[in-house]
């Protein structure tokens, strides 16, 4: 017995032991990526702070009352609020603005576009663990849920946010780098402001044009780069303190505050914009959780990133109070002569990897806006295949960098960047605050009180600096304002496109009744293949296939209603990514296929799609006629759903062979081909030109011998029809629609949709491009959408 305990109590130090050292692991990881933002605070936050008439106030107590907010505002906001409240309202380990709309969205209906459907729930992810799946339906939620308007400000607040965080990857690169390379004026008296511009714009260049390589290769130095820079800047500053004025540790006090506003008055209060730069990057600890995990991003940001960053802080203004005449240079001013070139070396590193991280973060939540349908639809390269989420968008890439070096070749002052950097960062925090408000009361079930106690505590502190903020709008801060409403009214534009288009399908399915009167033959002659319809409904028929049946004089022997949704979940696993029921009966070929993808899931283009879909609508058909013979299926010419796992095919009775395997084996029953010789020439032709098809797997599906004994002749026959099918060949079939506004609809309606939407659908990626369809395979019918 005693023996028995103490293997259990070392195999339980063995799993803690491993358990301590991954937590670390990602710990240190999350230096590089989360925090390369934050810890480069430091080198303009006095600078900005001081930068207006508080600059006459060379006072103590005006450095004091600095040090003072900046210790405070850094401990309530990142610390309070995003360390130990906002990391919990994490959506199944993922961050960041959309996370929380998503996890919204799942527990109430403010989607535009329905959501907590069947094909939703199902999802083990669709609720977060722990969570009631029964609904409270509160008055705040069935007022909020009744008033389309209420919902569409939502969404647009929403978009503002993320817009916001696009403006971050503009400024955010300008200031740091820019920052950095100024310190060489503290040693190269004679270097003017234009020289410094040049050297940081080469920088930048460089530093988007590296975006397409990924950041894989030189990810291991980030997190090394990053902790160097804040051991070195947490011991200057506490040498300043020692060295300068050891009294600065009184300043931590909340009456400096005080004597600071009474002191300085609106000057002190126009201030706040500068000292609010002490906290961008903060919303980063949500937006990348998904990197790491709640405990390792809180663990690094308590160990090294608070201490380092007060002490930095706390030095700067001990030198300060002793050398008022350094305010524009203080950062660089108060490093010791011995150590100022490898603190400049290692300060322009942090910067570059501070602006990587937060244009990695842009392509991030363009992603996730484009998933949701909220973005035109733009090229995703994937630059890892085994980091995930490393992806790049050449696109949003070079605009961003035009964007960037207008900004920094135009304003080339850190003090007015940071105007507009202050109101971008600002703008985030309160809109995520916002959204808390709401996931404490409708996903947490938390009291109203709690929620408004929240709302009102960081909803003033982060309005008080954003007053601040609007007070420099017209130095800079007009900037980002600009920018994010030229996106946001981008991206609503597409959305309410989007939204327009599925509610006219909606509106305008095809009657069950109409199908049936058509026969098997749906009207039209049937040949060999698999016709794959795409369309955005999860239920029924789209007005579109009438089209195609009266514009197309034939139609595929199989026909597959291929719907790809996108879930408010950020992933969705490969065993529940399938969902496949039946349309009208048997006889009829019809099925239906809903994918579905969660808003930061990768879509790997080497996946061999058709071969996967066969395969899942052969497991339907045998779990279909397994069901009906136990006596719990549903009989229903548009039935239930089933979803199919791969983890559970111990059932298939059927086989895939590869192409080029010559071997034959006996018991096999295989399918004819009908392709012809030019088809199958013009398809080799094809697949020797397109990037990637070769490596694609060539497969056959087959039906053993053995299993004919097994299986019911109407389900072997219905297998045997798909296989022919599949032999046959695959085509996609898409409808290259055409929006328009009715000509009784209001100028604005026809502006958004006539004029807007159609010049970014126009020039965007097409829908077949987007899903990596083979062109050689592809039939679009055209068709006018009047909404």
Request: charged share 15%.
């Amino acid at each position: 017995m005693d023996r028995e305990i103490g293997v259990y109590a070392a195999e339980h130090r063995v799993h803690w032991s491993n358990h301590y050292r991954n937590l670390l692991l990602l710990a240190y990881q999350s230096f590089g990526v989360v925090y390369g933002d934050l810890s480069t605070s430091p080198l303009y936050v006095f600078r900005s702070a001081f930068s207006g008439n508080l600059r006459h106030y060379e006072e103590e107590d005006a450095i004091f009352g600095v040090f003072s907010l900046t210790f405070w505002t850094f401990t309530l906001v990142p610390l309070l609020k995003y360390v130990f409240i906002v990391l919990s309202a994490a959506d199944n380990g993922e961050g960041g603005t959309f996370a929380l709309y998503s996890l919204l969205c799942r527990h109430a209906k403010f989607s535009l576009l329905p959501n907590q459907q069947a094909a939703d729930e199902e999802l083990s992810t669709y609720y977060e663990p722990g969570t009631s799946r029964i609904a409270v339906y509160s008055p705040l939620r069935r007022f909020l849920e009744k008033h389309k308007l209420l919902r569409t400000v939502l969404l647009i607040v929403v978009l503002f946010g993320a817009c916001m965080v696009i403006g971050d990857g503009v400024l955010t690169p300008a200031i740091s780098v820019l920052s950095s390379i100024s310190g060489l004026q503290v040693r190269a008296q004679k270097l003017h402001d234009g020289e410094v511009v040049i050297i940081a714009c080469v920088v930048l260049v460089g530093l988007f044009a590296l975006q397409h390589c990924g950041t894989q290769k030189v990810a291991f130095l980030f997190a090394p780069v990053v902790i160097i820079w804040l051991l070195s800047i947490g011991v200057i500053g506490l040498y300043n303190v020692i060295h300068w004025n050891r009294r600065i540790y009184h300043a931590i006090s909340p009456y400096y505050i005080y004597k600071f506003f009474k002191y300085t008055g609106k000057d002190g209060w126009i201030s706040l914009g500068g000292i609010l730069l002490s906290i961008t990057g903060a919303e980063a600890m949500f937006a990348d959780l998904g990197h790491f995990n709640k405990a390792s991003i809180r663990i690094a940001f308590v160990g090294l990133i608070y201490p380092c960053l007060v002490l930095q802080y706390m030095g700067q203004a001990a030198f300060l109070s002793k050398n008022s005449s350094e305010f524009p240079i203080s950062f660089y001013a108060s490093i010791p002569e011995p150590v100022f070139w490898p603190v400049f070396v290692v300060a322009t590193l942090a910067t570059i990897v501070a602006s990587q991280a937060v244009i990695s973060a842009t392509f991030s939540i363009v992603m996730q806006c484009h998933a949701l349908g909220c973005f035109p639809r733009v090229k995703i390269v994937h630059t890892s295949k085994w980091i995930r989420g490393q992806i790049y968008i050449p696109e949003i890439n070079w605009i961003l960098m035009i964007l960037c070096l207008a900004v920094t070749i135009g304003f080339h002052d850190t003090t007015l960047i940071g105007n507009a950097y202050g109101i971008a960062c600002i703008t985030v925090m309160f809109v995520t605050t916002c959204l808390m408000a709401l996931v404490i009361v409708f996903v947490w079930k938390r009291n109203i009180v709690f929620a408004l106690s929240f709302l009102i505590f960081f909803g003033l502190i982060e309005c008080l600096y954003l007053s601040s903020s609007v007070m420099k709008v017209p130095q800079g801060g007009w900037v980002p304002i600009v920018l994010s409403l030229i996106f946001t009214i981008i991206m609503y534009t597409w959305h309410y496109g989007i939204r327009r288009k599925y509610e006219f399908d909606l509106q305008n399915k095809v009657s069950m009744k109409w199908i049936l009167t058509l026969g098997p033959s749906l009207g039209i002659v049937r040949v060999p293949g698999i016709g794959l319809i795409y369309t955005e409904l999860v239920t029924g028929v789209p007005a579109i296939f009438s089209h195609f049946v009266t514009n197309l004089p034939a139609f595929h022997q199989v026909l597959v209603f291929v719907c790809v949704k996108v879930v408010h979940v950020p992933f969705v696993s490969a065993d529940e990514r399938y969902l496949i029921g039946r349309i009208g009966p048997k006889s009829y070929r019809m099925y239906r296929c809903i994918i579905r993808y969660g808003y930061k899931d990768v879509r790997k283009d080497e996946e061999n799609f058709e071969d996967q879909l066969v395969m899942s609508i052969g497991e339907f058909i045998q779990m279909e006629a397994e069901e009906a013979t136990s006596g719990s299926g549903e009989a229903s010419f548009d039935g239930r759903m089933a979803m199919i796992r791969s983890s559970e095919r111990f059932g298939t009775r059927f086989v895939m062979r590869d192409i080029n395997d010559t071997c034959t084996s006996g018991g096999i029953v295989s399918v004819r081909s009908s392709k012809s010789e030019t088809l199958q020439s013009l398809r080799s032709i094809y697949e020797k030109e397109t990037p990637g098809w070769s490596s694609r797997r060539q497969v056959r599906f087959e039906l053993p011998e053995a299993a004919t004994f097994e299986l019911d002749d109407q389900v072997k026959e219905e297998l045997l029809a798909l296989f022919e099918a599949k032999d046959a060949g695959v085509a996609y079939v898409m409808g290259h629609s055409y929006i328009k506004a009715r000509k009784t609809s209001s100028f604005l309606k026809k502006f958004a949709i006539d004029v807007a939407f159609s010049f970014l659908r126009k020039n965007c990626r097409g829908p077949a491009v987007a899903l990596n369809i083979p062109h050689i395979s592809l039939i679009e019918v055209g068709m006018i959408y009047y909404v």
